[in-house]
C-alpha cells in the first residue's frame, strides 16, 4: 500500500511539474494564436472600421454575403488556387526527387542537404528582395534566359506581364522551400527498413522499380505530411506579393487572399470583410489539417 501511495504522489508531483514547464507555452499560444482566431472570427459579424471612433455595429452575415459575393474576393481565391497549383506540383516533385538522389549519395550528403536548405533559413522579405535584383531587365534572369534562348537584348517582363509575375512568385517559393521540404523526404526515406530494399535487390529490382514499389509506398505518412505542409505554406504567401506590386508589379494576377486581407484591412481600412476573409482561410486550413491528421492515423492504424 505505501509503495502505491509513493508512486501515485510522485505520478502526482511529476503531472504537476509537467503543468508547470507546458504553461508558458500554452500562454504565449492563447495571447498570440487563440485569441487573435477567436477575435477574427467575431469580429467578422461587425461593421468594423480601422480608424472609427464609433462602436462597431453588429450585421451579422453581412460581411460574409458581400465577400462572398465580391469578384474581387474570386479574383484573389483564383490567384491564391493557380500560385498553390503552380507551386505544390514541382516543389513536391523536386524535392521527393533531390530526396532520392541525395539518399543514394555516398559522399557529400551532408553538404548536398545544407546547399539546398539555405535558402530556408532566409526570411521571405529577404528572398523576394534578391529575386527582385535577379527579375530586374538588366538582371541575372533576363541574362540567362537569353543565353540559353541566344535572344540577346530581349526583356522577358518578369514583373510587369500578368502570367510571367505568376511564373515570378511560383520561381520564389520553390527556390525558398525546395530544401526544407527535401530533408523531410530525406528523413522520411530514412526511417524506411534497409531489410526491405535488399531484399528487392536480391530478387533482382533496380533503383527505378525500388523506388515506385517499395520506397514511395512506405513514404505514404511522409508524403501525406509534405502535401499538406505544401498546401498551407502556399495558401499563407504573402510577402513575395505584396513587396512585387509595391515594386510595380500588377495586382490582379497576385493578389492572393492574404495580400486582399491586408488591403482590405490596411487600405480600405474595414476590418469586418478583412476577418471575413482571415475566417475563411483559417476554415480551410484547419480542414487540411484534419485531413492530415485523419490520414495520419489511418496509417498508424494499418501498421
Given at each position: ?15 504537476r511539474?509537467g ?8 500562454l ?19 461593421n ?5 471612433l464609433k ?17 474581387e ?7 491564391t ?11 513536391f516533385?523536386?524535392?521527393l526527387?533531390?530526396?532520392a538522389?541525395?539518399?543514394q549519395?555516398?559522399?557529400?550528403k ?15 522579405v529577404v ?22 534562348a ?19 512568385t ?22 524506411i ?11 533482382g ?12 509506398p ?35 494576377p ?25 475566417t ?5 486550413m ?15 492504424a494499418?501498421?
Open positions: 500500500m505505501k509503495r502505491r501511495e509513493s508512486a501515485s504522489g510522485l505520478e502526482r508531483n511529476r503531472a511539474w503543468w508547470v514547464f507546458v504553461a508558458p507555452g500554452l504565449f499560444f492563447s495571447v498570440f494564436s487563440f485569441y487573435p482566431m477567436l477575435n477574427a472570427i467575431w469580429t467578422s459579424f461587425f468594423k472600421r480601422l480608424l472609427s462602436a462597431p455595429k453588429f450585421i451579422g452575415l453581412q460581411n460574409y454575403q458581400r465577400v462572398l459575393g465580391s469578384e474576393f474570386w479574383n484573389s481565391a483564383r490567384a488556387g493557380v500560385f498553390t497549383v503552380g507551386v505544390f506540383v514541382p516543389l516533385c523536386l524535392s526527387l533531390f530526396a538522389l541525395i539518399t549519395m555516398r559522399r557529400g551532408r553538404l548536398a542537404q545544407a546547399a539546398l536548405y539555405s535558402p530556408a533559413v532566409l526570411s521571405s528572398a523576394a528582395l534578391i529575386w527582385l535584383l535577379m527579375l530586374d531587365p538588366r538582371g541575372l534572369a533576363n541574362q540567362a534566359v537569353n543565353w540559353i541566344m535572344t540577346p537584348g530581349i526583356d522577358h517582363q518578369w514583373l510587369s506581364s500578368a502570367t510571367m509575375v505568376q511564373v515570378s511560383m520561381v520564389v517559393y520553390v527556390w525558398k522551400y525546395l530544401g526544407y521540404f527535401t530533408i523531410l523526404f530525406v528523413t522520411g526515406i530514412g526511417k527498413p534497409d531489410s526491405v530494399n535488399e531484399a528487392a535487390m536480391i530478387d529490382a533496380g533503383p527505378v522499380r525500388r523506388f515506385f514499389s517499395i520506397t514511395l512506405l513514404l505514404r505518412p511522409t508524403t501525406v505530411l509534405v502535401s499538406v505542409m505544401i498546401l498551407i505554406q502556399c495558401m499563407k504567401t504573402f510577402s513575395t506579393q505584396y513587396l512585387f506590386t509595391q515594386s510595380g508589379a500588377p495586382l490582379a497576385i493578389n492572393v487572399i492574404t495580400l486582399n486581407i491586408y488591403n482590405t484591412a490596411m487600405r480600405d481600412l474595414n476590418i469586418g470583410r478583412a476577418s471575413v476573409m482571415s475563411i482561410l483559417f476554415l480551410f484547419l480542414a487540411l489539417t484534419w485531413v492530415q491528421l485523419r490520414v495520419s492515423k489511418g496509417d498508424e494499418e501498421s
